[in-house]
């Protein structure tokens, strides 16, 4: 209870923060002038995407919440043994957390209207993603392989489903990524692919915060992380 109280805190943290970055708490009747004379007002359509992307985003964090509470309670579960994590979940870490990476240089690129570096860094984007989502597929063939089948045991279910739903957000950034991969080699504006790519890196570095906090918890260190949240509460 104590971790989700922790998890759920540092989320409405992060939406206030978003909340006071888009200016949503200013006064537009104090403002003297004409509504297109302000800077906040040439922006309404950026900053409404990336409100409605942080919405999305905390219905999201929300959800895993919910399943990262529901797996620390059911650990302690008499019949809980936990499942082994194949080698290979390091190398697909690494693959998503070098694909934010690249993301965040094709951002900076966009804003530097270098359209030839921001394709390559989107290529290389989706590449690294595609990677990411290959490797989760081989890890669960790995798992089945070896006798880890999903109504074996809780531990086994409960990594499926979680790593399955995880597996679907990146599918569903990465048609985004794509779309927007396509858009930025046939637009001769870069302005114009420059939200897109904007939302793409901050959805990116979120589902990578997500994919840590749970390797995290599959690498065994979820009773560490228990003992941690109740020491804080306490």
């Avoid at 909340?19 to 949503?24: D, E, G, K, T, V």
């Amino acid at each position: 209870m104590s971790a989700i109280l922790i998890f759920m805190a540092g989320i409405a943290c992060v939406i206030a923060w978003w909340m006071a970055r888009q200016r949503l708490t200013s006064k537009p009747w104090l403002e003297a002038g004409f509504a297109g004379d302000a800077a906040e007002m040439r922006g309404s359509s950026a900053t409404t995407a990336k409100v409605g992307l942080g919405i999305f985003l905390a219905v999201v964090g929300a959800l895993f919440t919910l399943l990262i509470s529901a797996y620390l309670t059911r650990l302690s579960g008499s019949d809980w043994w936990s499942i082994p994590i194949p080698r290979l979940l390091w190398v697909n870490t690494a693959a998503l957390a070098a694909s934010s990476v690249t993301l965040q240089w094709a951002k900076t690129e966009a804003r530097l209207d270098r359209s030839e570096m921001l394709n390559t860094a989107l290529a290389v984007t989706f590449a690294l993603a595609l990677l990411f989502l290959v490797g989760q597929a081989l890890a669960w063939r790995q798992l089945v392989a070896a006798g880890y089948v999903l109504a074996d045991n809780p531990s086994n279910s409960f990594f499926y489903m979680i790593t399955g739903l995880h597996g679907l957000h990146i599918l569903g950034g990465l048609f985004v990524l794509g779309r927007t991969t396509i858009r930025a080699r046939i637009s001769p504006v870069l302005a114009r692919v420059r939200l897109s790519v904007d939302l793409c890196a901050i959805y990116w570095h979120f589902m990578l915060v997500v994919w840590l906090i749970l390797f995290a918890l599959f690498a065994g260190w979820a009773n560490s992380f228990v003992d941690l949240c109740r020491q804080l509460v306490t």
